[in-house]
């Protein structure tokens, strides 16, 4: 994929994806350790970012970056997916604040 044929949205629906996909593997570990339950926890894009590799635009990571916030509002912290030019994931993590 060319850079510039980066769709937004699709990048947030993959990344919301893989984050309900986190959660349900993790049969919600890390919720329930906060006392949330995952079903009250809102998730917001936030942005996407592109990283360029070495000195060449064809190859690079888009990071893309969902919000997550409490039932209230209170930012609970994010959740990052990394996929490079091709299309796979290589990375995700989830940080509470």
Known sequence: MKFEEIDLGAQYE???TAFAEYVEADDDLFLRELGLPAKSVSVQNEWVHVKFSENTKDRYIIEANLTLFTETGERLGYYCLH??????IVDDFLVFE
């Open 14 to 16: 993959k990344a919301r």
């Open 83 to 88: 996929e490079d030019e091709a299309g796979t």
